[in-house]
């Protein structure tokens, strides 16, 4: 099984992922596509790093911002 590195949403989208989005104070997780998000990211002129995107989003559960993104099993 060969390892792959997923240090962008580039590449969560080449290899299949999902995105999956967990807030760092509540808990609340969501998953996006991770080629949709690419592309909102792509129109608002923003970084793709995961590091960055972590930071940007905003929980809709309780407003905190900063999240935890890791890969989820892309279901559509």
Same mark, same amino acid.
């Given at each position: 099984?060969?390892?792959?590195?997923?240090?962008?949403?580039?590449?969560?989208?080449?290899r299949g992922y999902a995105? /999956?989005?967990? #807030?760092?104070? $509540? !808990? =609340?997780?969501?998953?996006?596509?991770?080629?949709?998000?690419?592309?909102?990211?792509?129109?608002?002129?923003?970084?793709?790093q995961i590091d960055k995107?972590?930071? /940007?989003?905003? #929980?809709?559960? $309780? !407003? =905190?911002?900063?999240?935890?993104i890791t890969p989820a099993?892309?279901?559509?």
């Amino acid at each position: 099984m060969a390892r792959y590195s997923l240090e962008s949403i580039n590449e969560y989208a080449r290899r299949g992922y999902a995105v /999956r989005v967990t #807030c760092q104070s $509540c !808990g =609340h997780a969501v998953d996006w596509n991770a080629v949709s998000l690419m592309r909102e990211l792509h129109r608002l002129r923003a970084s793709m790093q995961i590091d960055k995107v972590g930071a /940007r989003m905003r #929980c809709s559960g $309780c !407003g =905190h911002r900063g999240a935890t993104i890791t890969p989820a099993a892309a279901d559509w």
